[in-house]
T-cell receptor, first 111, second 114 residues
Framework: DAKTTQPNSMESNEEEPVHLPCNHS???????IHWYRQLPSQGPEYVIH???SNVNNRMASLAIAEDRKSSTLILHRATLRDAAVYYC????????????FGDGTTLTVKP | DSGVTQTPKHLITATGQRVTLRCSPR?????VYWYQQSLDQGLQFLIQ???????AKGNILERFSAQQFPDLHSELNLSSLELGDSALYFC?????????????FGDGTRLSIL
């Protein structure tokens, strides 16, 4: 399975933008990039996903590098409620149903 | 609220016992996924069902089994329980199967083995 690499932790100030990076150098052409986040004591929450083009939704933006070997989740204005573990995962091919979650990035938001 | 309902929220039992975890997917979703999250293993994919049929299998032990019923709810059966099975078990659902489908997770069942 193609794997992803994320920093263990990041800090942000409230109301400032946050850029969460993810490296996936072994991504294949059919792999989608998905982002989820998990707040304490809750199940993972879908954030955004994309294949090649940048994507925007009400929660965040996803910027995908031209070679697709990395991506960045952008939270435009961090709030205290955005403090969570953020997971970047790849889903594709024969493993379409499987989502391999790594350790993710723990985002701390400071008031 | 993701729309995915898992019951029970908490379960405490003893080694050697058998338990059944239940999941109701979001209305209209055909695919159900089960995950195990423990402190030392992170979030591990167990198994996926799509419209009643097994679709993908992950790191699921032979002591564990699952099924999806005609009304699309799913059950995860865990037998001959061991201390190491203590974990959070999450169910997720998606509209269809496929790599572009976002998964929507329930709040999990916390299983404690004494």
């Amino acid at each position: 399975d193609a794997k992803t690499t994320q920093p263990n932790s990041m800090e942000s100030n409230e109301e400032e933008p946050v850029h969460l990076p993810c490296n996936h150098s072994t991504i294949s052409g059919t792999d989608y990039i998905h982002w989820y986040r998990q707040l304490p004591s809750q199940g993972p929450e879908y954030v955004i996903h994309g294949l090649t083009s940048n994507v925007n939704n009400r929660m965040a933006s996803l910027a995908i590098a031209e070679d697709r070997k990395s991506s960045t989740l952008i939270l435009h204005r961090a709030t205290l409620r955005d403090a969570a573990v953020y997971y970047c995962i790849l889903r594709g091919g024969a493993n379409a149903g499987k989502s391999t979650f790594g350790d993710g990035t723990t985002l701390t938001v400071k008031p | 609220d993701s729309g995915v309902t898992q019951t029970p929220k908490h379960l405490i039992t003893a080694t050697g016992q058998r338990v059944t975890l239940r999941c109701s997917p979001r209305s209209g979703d055909l695919s159900v996924y089960w995950y195990q999250q423990s402190l030392d293993q992170g979030l591990q994919f167990l198994i996926q069902y799509y419209n009643g049929e097994e679709r993908a299998k992950g790191n699921i032990l032979e002591r564990f089994s699952a099924q999806q019923f005609p009304d699309l709810h799913s059950e995860l059966n865990l037998s001959s329980l061991e201390l190491g099975d203590s974990a959070l078990y999450f169910c997720a659902s998606s509209a269809f199967t496929g790599v572009g489908q976002p998964q929507h997770f329930g709040d999990g069942t916390r299983l404690s083995i004494l």
